[in-house]
T-cell receptor
Framework: TQLLEQSPQFLSIQEGENLTVYCNSS?????LQWYRQEPGEGPVLLVT?????EVKKLKRLTFQFGDARKDSSLHITAAQPGDTGLYLC???????????FGKGTTLSVSS | DTEVTQTPKHLVMGMTNKKSLKCEQH?????MYWYKQKAKKPPELMFV???????INESVPSRFSPECPNSSLLNLHLHALQPEDSALYLC????????????FGSGTRLTVV
C-alpha cells in the first residue's frame, strides 16, 4: 500500500499552460515537503508545509497543505521548459520518523 | 557551506569488485542518510545515522555496508553487487534525526556489470 499517492505520474504540456500535481493520503502527516529533481542530480527541496490549510508561493509555484494535513497540491502557473523535472512529495508521519515519498510526477514542458 | 558532497559522481564496477561511495557535509547536521533511486522512481531509504550511530537499516542486503567515521562523513561500502543494484545512490543530511528537512547530495550513478 502506497502511503502517499501522487498523481499524475506523467505530465507532458506546452509552455504557458497551468498544471496541478496532487499528493494524497488517508493518514495525517506532521509535515509535507515538495522536491524537484533534474536528471543526474539529487532532489532539491522546494517547500515544507506544516500547518493545515497553509498556502505557500514560490514565484509561479503555489503549494497547499490540506486542512486535515492528509493531502497537498502543487500548482504551476504558465509552465516553462525550465520547470521540466521529477516532482516528489514527501511527508513525515511524525517528527523523528523517516520521510515517506510519493511515486513522483515526471513533468515535461515543451516550447 | 550548505552542500552535501558525494564522490564519485559515476562508478562502474564488476560483480566481484569492492568499492566505496563517500558523502561529506559541513553544515553541522547530525543525521545522515543513504537512499537508492531507480530511474523516474522516488528515493528508497536504505540507512539512517543519528549522531554517528546507525539508527535505521531498512532490511538492506549485507553487500551494502554503511560507515559513519565522524559527524561530517558517511561511507557506503559495496561488495559483490548484482546488476540490479545499478541505481543512483543519494546521500542526505538533516540537522538532527527528529526533523525531516533533508538536504540531498547530487548522487553517485552506479553501474554494476
Amino acid at each position: 500500500t502506497q502511503l502517499l499517492e501522487q498523481s499524475p505520474q506523467f505530465l507532458s504540456i506546452q509552455e504557458g499552460e497551468n498544471l496541478t500535481v496532487y499528493c494524497n493520503s488517508s493518514s495525517v502527516f506532521s509535515s509535507l515537503q515538495w522536491y524537484r529533481q533534474e536528471p543526474g542530480e539529487g532532489p532539491v527541496l522546494l517547500v515544507t508545509v506544516v500547518t493545515g490549510g497553509e498556502v505557500k508561493k514560490l514565484k509561479r509555484l503555489t503549494f497547499q497543505f490540506g486542512d486535515a494535513r492528509k493531502d497537498s497540491s502543487l500548482h504551476i502557473t504558465a509552465a516553462q521548459p525550465g520547470d521540466t523535472g521529477l516532482y516528489l512529495c514527501a511527508g513525515a508521519r511524525q517528527a523523528g520518523t523517516a520521510l515517506i515519498f510519493g511515486k513522483g510526477t515526471t513533468l515535461s514542458v515543451s516550447s | 557551506d550548505t552542500e552535501v558532497t558525494q564522490t564519485p559522481k559515476h562508478l562502474v564496477m564488476g560483480m566481484t569488485n569492492k568499492k566505496s561511495l563517500k558523502c561529506e557535509q559541513h553544515m553541522g547536521h547530525r543525521a545522515m542518510y543513504w537512499y537508492k533511486q531507480k530511474a523516474k522512481k522516488p528515493p528508497e531509504l536504505m540507512f539512517v545515522y543519528s549522531y554517528e550511530k546507525l539508527s535505521i537499516n531498512e532490511s538492506v542486503p549485507s553487500r551494502f555496508s554503511p560507515e559513519c567515521p565522524n559527524s561530517s562523513l558517511l561511507n557506503l561500502h559495496l561488495h559483490a553487487l548484482q546488476p540490479e543494484d545499478s541505481a543512483l545512490y543519494l546521500c542526505a543530511s538533516s540537522p538532527w534525526s527528529r526533523t525531516t528537512l533533508n538536504t540531498f547530495g547530487s548522487g553517485t550513478r552506479l553501474t554494476v556489470v
